[in-house]
């Protein structure tokens, strides 16, 4: 298993050397998160339980550390998190129930 800690860690280092480099870039990552945040329709640990599930989605194991600390510092539960996990689980299923019907298009499409 991963050092999730050590690997947040050495992750957030590495992303402070991109933005001396570029900047901009991370300024313009950081406007789009402060966006999100302020419009205060959903609460902080809310917006951090949806991100755990969309990191899960994306399969960005640094998204996933510096959500699910968040989460946590936050107050959000194991319960809570394990229940944003199971939209992930359910979502991905539901997208490949989707595609699956997408790859019947293209069968038929292809034996016509």
């Known amino acids: 298993m991963l050092d999730w800690k050590q690997y ?4 957030l280092a590495r992303i402070g050397q991109f933005g001396k480099l570029s900047p901009g870039t991370l300024q313009g990552y950081q406007a789009l998160t402060r966006a999100g945040e302020s419009t205060r329709h ?3 640990k809310t917006r951090e339980l949806i991100s755990i599930a969309a990191a ?14 968040a989460a946590l ?3 959000a539960s194991e319960g809570e998190i394990s229940e944003a996990l199971g939209v992930a689980v359910a979502l991905n299923a539901g997208a490949a129930l989707v595609y699956s019907a997408r790859a019947f298009d ?3 499409a292809h034996r016509s």
């Not at 947040?8 to 992750?11: A, H, N, Q, S, V």
């Not at 899960?56 to 600390?69: A, E, K």
């Open 106 to 108: 293209a069968l038929r």
């Open 56 to 69: 899960v989605t994306l399969r960005c194991d640094g998204c996933i550390t510096v959500h699910v600390d």
């Open 73 to 75: 510092r936050l107050g």
């Open 8 to 11: 947040k860690t050495e992750l």
């Open 42 to 44: 959903l609460d902080a």
